[in-house]
């Protein structure tokens, strides 16, 4: 589907080269650290569920990117990458990792459900499919209610676009003319049904026109178009266009986590999408030169081993840790038995 003809405003520019410098720092960190997880993964450092970005980096950064200071963002269990643009810091994200006492959750749950609205923006993310629409649709319209002008942003898998919550949250968004962006990150296969098989549509953003609102295909392997494309929806939603549907194509170069390795996806495909890797593409672009890119490099790995040290030297959570912070009062995870009550 194109953008509607009438009334596009002019495309947005690319972000001044010193900030491509940043989202390049951000993509490598993000591959990094994925990287070095999976290594400790491997080790049985890190146990549990562990979900992989790879190839996956420049959807994260460049939709973070282009949002403002105040908006907010609902990651998925690929979004890793976002969640350091808005400040989520190496070690916040090895010590989740490893489920220790200095974690954002303070050793509870998965490795990826954690945020900081205050502080961040970021919304934890929750593992029902789909479930991040409505939520986010109720952090779109609790800014609308407040009078601040923020947008929400979120992210579906190809899978998730068959749920009820993505069509409910969705559909009350339109309606409310709520400034929520869904981004579907279509990376192909959901666990191990291909799209195909998940629906006859050819773009998954023809949805949109279920909705009435505008959907919009876009190439999530280059980080600068996912830029340009979700800063036009992020500007159009604040503007008061209402929510607006964007499709990424990408490729999860990956098994849905480290138990899966994929033998039901043709090698073909990954030799194809290897050739689209969007970090080597983004280096091409930045024509950079070999002190910057070791300049990167060499923040990265320092930030990482500093990350893993960290998380490794924290302290396991205490038992009575795990009732604390689930609920706003602390009081409800307290289980009294009828005998003794
Ligand atoms: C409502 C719901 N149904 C099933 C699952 C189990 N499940 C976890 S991930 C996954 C596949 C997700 O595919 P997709 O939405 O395309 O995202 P991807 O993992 O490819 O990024 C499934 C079926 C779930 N978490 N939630």
Same mark, same amino acid.
């Given at each position: ?6 009334? &596009? ?15 390049y ?19 049985g ?20 990117? =282009? ?5 907010y963002l609902?990651?998925?269990i ?20 490893? =489920? ?8 509870? %749950? ?26 986010? &649709?109720?952090?779109?319209? =609790? ?10 942003l ?31 990150e279509?990376?192909g ?105 070791? =300049?990167?490099?060499e ?6 081993? %500093? ?19 689930v ?15």
């Open positions: 589907m194109s953008p509607k003809a009438s009334k &596009a405003p002019p495309a947005p520019a690319d972000p001044p080269r010193a900030v491509q410098l940043e989202m720092y951000f993509m490598r960190l993000t591959r990094t650290l994925d990287e070095r997880a999976h290594a400790l993964h491997r080790q450092k890190i146990v549990g569920g562990l979900f992989s970005s790879l190839g996956q980096e420049a959807i994260s950064v460049g939709s973070a990117f =282009a949002l403002d200071r105040g908006d609902g990651p998925l690929r979004n890793l990458g976002a969640v350091l643009v808005r400040g989520h810091t190496p070690r916040e994200v090895m010590t989740q990792y490893f =489920a220790r006492a200095t974690s954002p959750t303070r050793g509870k %749950d998965n490795s990826q459900h954690f945020g900081d609205v205050r502080r961040t923006g970021v919304v934890a993310y929750i593992s029902m499919l789909g479930t991040m629409v409505p939520v986010m &649709a109720g952090m779109a319209l =609790a800014a609308r209610i407040r009078g601040e002008r923020r947008v929400a979120t992210y579906v898998g190809d899978g998730a676009t068959s749920t009820g919550d993505f069509y409910e949250g969705l559909n009350f968004a339109a309606v409310q003319r709520l400034p929520l962006v869904v981004i579907i279509n990376n296969y959901a666990y191990s049904t291909p799209v195909s098989r998940q629906t006859l549509l050819k773009d998954l953003a023809e949805k949109a026109r279920a909705f009435g609102i505008p959907g919009y295909v876009g190439d999530g392997n280059d980080v600068l178009e996912v830029y340009r494309m979700t800063r036009r929806c992020v500007e159009d939603a604040r503007a008061g266009g209402g929510a607006q549907l964007l499709e990424l194509k990408t490729f999860r170069m990956r098994g849905h986590a480290p138990h899966d390795a994929a033998e039901y996806v043709p090698r073909e495909l990954f030799e194809e999408w290897a050739r689209k890797d969007p970090i080597e593409r983004f280096e091409r672009a930045l024509g950079l030169s070999p002190e910057e890119r070791r =300049a990167v490099e923040r990265v790995q320092k930030e990482v081993d %500093d990350a893993v040290e960290f998380a490794e030297n924290s302290p396991w959570p205490e038992g009575p840790e795990a009732l604390r912070g609920f706003e009062d602390d009081s409800l995870v307290r289980f009294t038995p009828w005998w003794e009550r």
